[in-house]
C-alpha cells in the first residue's frame, strides 16, 4: 500500500462551500483564447452558400450541392494541414451506400478527415472530433430546395474545421481526427463507415466527441433564452457489452459508469476549467428522446463516444422548409445562429482533445481488491503503456452523486482508502506533472 497525499486536490463540487482548485495549462489556454466566432461564422456562413448539402444532391456544380461542399471542407482542411509540418493529412472517406429507406439507388458518399498524427509514433491513441456536414428540408429525399442547414450541423461542422486550424499548428504525442462526416440525415451512414472501418484496421480511438445541433440559444415554446448551457449526452450502460461484463456491471452498480459516462464527467470538468460562462449539463441518456446521432455508430462499435448539442432546441429551424407562416420564420437560417455560443463550444472541445492528447493513457487492469470483506477500498492497477504519469487520481464520490467529489493523489499503483467500496464509487486516472489526466477507469473487482 503506497502512502496517499494527505493534499485532496478538489472536494465536493456540488456544495455549497465548496472550493475547486483551478490550475490551467498555459498552452491550451492560449489554444482556447484562438478559436474565433469570426472564423466559426465565415464557415457557416460559406456552407450555407452551397444552398444545398443534401447527401444525394449534386456533386458536379462548383458552387451548389453537397459535392461543392465537400471539396471546399476538403480545401480548408489543407489550408490548415500547411501550418503543421507535413503532420496533418486529409482524405476523402469515400464508400458507396447501397439503396435504401432514404438513398434512393447505391450512392457514392465521401465523410473529409483531417488527420493530425501523434508525434509519438508509439502512442496509439486517436481521439475524434466529429460534426455532420450534410443538411435537409421538411421532406427528407428532397434535393433540390434551399437547406442552410446553418445550425444543423453546419455549426457542429465548424466546430471540427476551426479547432483543425487552431491545433494543426501544435504536437500532441496521441493522434487527433477532426471529421466532417456526411449521410447523418439520411442514416448516420458516415459517421457509420469511419466507425466500422476504424473496427477493422484496429484504431485504438478512445473517445469520439460528436457535435450535432451547438449555434442555437433560443428555446422553442419555452423562449428560455441560454447562451451558457451545454448538454453532454452519454449512454449509462454501453452499447456493446458480453453477458459476463453486465454480471459484473449488476453486482458493482456500475450503471452509471460506462466509459462514455466517465468521458462526459471528465469532459465537464476539464471545459469548466477554461471555458468561461459555461455550464457543461450532463444528461445521462444516451441521446435526445428517441433520437439518435452519429456517435451512435462508435459507441455500437465498442468506442467510448459522446453527444454534444445545445441546451435549448428550437424545432422551427430544424428540418424545415425556409417559409414564414402566421408570422413565424421557418428554417436553419445562418442568422438565427448565435456565434458567440459556438466558440463557447468549440473552445470546450478543444480543452478536452487537447487535455487528453497530452495526458498520459489510461492505468491498465485498475481493480478493487474483493479477497476479503472490508470497510475500507483497497484499489490496484498497472503504469499505462508510454510515459510514465507523474501519479494517480483515485476518484471518489458517493452513489447518488452525479459528479466525482474528492481526488486522492498517490504515486504508486495502488492505494488503500478509508471509505467502503459499498457506500461509494470509485475510479483512477494518470495524471502527469504538468496535471493533464487520463480518462478515469471504473474498476474491475479483483481477488
Ligand atoms: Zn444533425
Known amino acids: 500500500m503506497k502512502r496517499i497525499s494527505l493534499f485532496i486536490i478538489s472536494i465536493l463540487t456540488i456544495s455549497a462551500s465548496a472550493q475547486t482548485t483551478v490550475k490551467q495549462d498555459a498552452g491550451i489556454k492560449q489554444m482556447v483564447d484562438e478559436v474565433s466566432s469570426k472564423n466559426i461564422e465565415a464557415i457557416v456562413r460559406k456552407l450555407v452558400s452551397f444552398k444545398t448539402r443534401h447527401t444525394l444532391s449534386d456533386t458536379v456544380s462548383k458552387t451548389e450541392g453537397v459535392g461543392a461542399a465537400r471539396n471546399w471542407i476538403k480545401a480548408e482542411y489543407e489550408r490548415y494541414a500547411a501550418a503543421s509540418n507535413g503532420r496533418m493529412k486529409v482524405e476523402f472517406d469515400a464508400f458507396i451506400q447501397p439503396q435504401g429507406n432514404r438513398v434512393d439507388k447505391p450512392t457514392p458518399m465521401k465523410n473529409v478527415l483531417a488527420i493530425l498524427k501523434g508525434t509519438d509514433?508509439?502512442?496509439?491513441?486517436?481521439?475524434?472530433?466529429?460534426?455532420?456536414?450534410?443538411?435537409?428540408?421538411?421532406?427528407?429525399?428532397?434535393?433540390?430546395?434551399?437547406?442552410?442547414?446553418?445550425?444543423d450541423d453546419a455549426s457542429g461542422t465548424a466546430v471540427s474545421m476551426e479547432l483543425a486550424r487552431v491545433m494543426a499548428k501544435r504536437s500532441f504525442p496521441a493522434t487527433i481526427i477532426f471529421m466532417a462526416v456526411v449521410g447523418e440525415e439520411q442514416g448516420l451512414y458516415g459517421s457509420t463507415n469511419v466507425a466500422k472501418r476504424a473496427k477493422a484496421e484496429g484504431w485504438q480511438i478512445d473517445a469520439m466527441l460528436n457535435n450535432d445541433i451547438v449555434g442555437n440559444t433560443y428555446g422553442m415554446?419555452?423562449?428560455?433564452?441560454?447562451?451558457?448551457?451545454?448538454?453532454?449526452?452519454?449512454?449509462?450502460?454501453?452499447?456493446?457489452?458480453?453477458?459476463?461484463?453486465?454480471?459484473?456491471?449488476?453486482?458493482?452498480?456500475?450503471?452509471?459508469?460506462?466509459?462514455?459516462?466517465?468521458?462526459?464527467?471528465?469532459?465537464?470538468?476539464?471545459?469548466?476549467?477554461?471555458?468561461?460562462?459555461?455550464?457543461?449539463?450532463?444528461?445521462?441518456?444516451?441521446?435526445?428522446?428517441?433520437?439518435?446521432?452519429?456517435?451512435?455508430?462508435?459507441?455500437?462499435?465498442?468506442?467510448?463516444?459522446?453527444?454534444?448539442?445545445?441546451?435549448?432546441?428550437?424545432?422551427?429551424?430544424?428540418?424545415?422548409?425556409?417559409?414564414?407562416?402566421?408570422?413565424?420564420?421557418?428554417?436553419?437560417?445562418?442568422?438565427?445562429?448565435?456565434?458567440?455560443?459556438?466558440?463557447?463550444?468549440?473552445?470546450?472541445?478543444?480543452?478536452?482533445?487537447?487535455?487528453?492528447?497530452?495526458?498520459?493513457?489510461?492505468?491498465?487492469?485498475?481493480?478493487?481488491?474483493?479477497?476479503?470483506?472490508?470497510?475500507?477500498?483497497?484499489?490496484?492497477?498497472?503504469?499505462?503503456k508510454g510515459k510514465a504519469p507523474a501519479g494517480y487520481y483515485v476518484l471518489m464520490r458517493e452513489t447518488i452523486s452525479p459528479f466525482w467529489e474528492k481526488k486522492f493523489y498517490v504515486t504508486g499503483t495502488s492505494a488503500n482508502i478509508g471509505y467502503s467500496k459499498d457506500n461509494y464509487l470509485f475510479a483512477v486516472q494518470a495524471v502527469d506533472a504538468d496535471g493533464h489526466e487520463s480518462l478515469p477507469v471504473f474498476p474491475k473487482p479483483v481477488r
Open 121 to 151: 509514433t508509439t502512442d496509439k491513441r486517436i481521439y475524434i472530433i466529429s460534426g455532420h456536414y450534410d443538411s435537409r428540408v421538411t421532406d427528407v429525399m428532397n434535393i433540390k430546395d434551399f437547406a442552410p442547414g446553418a445550425v
Open 221 to 384: 415554446e419555452t423562449g428560455l433564452k441560454d447562451n451558457r448551457s451545454v448538454r453532454v449526452f452519454s449512454e449509462g450502460v454501453p452499447a456493446v457489452e458480453n453477458e459476463k461484463q453486465a454480471a459484473t456491471r449488476n453486482s458493482v452498480g456500475g450503471e452509471n459508469d460506462s466509459p462514455a459516462r466517465e468521458l462526459a464527467r471528465y469532459t465537464k470538468e476539464i471545459a469548466e476549467r477554461y471555458v468561461e460562462q459555461l455550464d457543461v449539463k450532463l444528461i445521462y441518456r444516451r441521446d435526445r428522446y428517441l433520437r439518435g446521432g452519429d456517435h451512435t455508430p462508435f459507441s455500437q462499435q465498442g468506442y467510448t463516444a459522446i453527444r454534444i448539442t445545445e441546451m435549448n432546441e428550437d424545432f422551427n429551424r430544424q428540418h424545415q422548409d425556409i417559409r414564414k407562416e402566421n408570422g413565424v420564420d421557418y428554417g436553419d437560417l445562418p442568422d438565427f445562429a448565435d456565434y458567440d455560443y459556438i466558440q463557447k463550444v468549440a473552445r470546450m472541445n478543444l480543452t478536452v482533445l487537447a487535455n487528453l492528447s497530452l495526458a498520459p493513457s489510461e492505468p491498465q487492469n485498475v481493480g478493487i481488491l474483493t479477497s476479503g470483506l472490508t470497510n475500507k477500498t483497497q484499489l490496484k492497477w498497472d503504469a499505462p
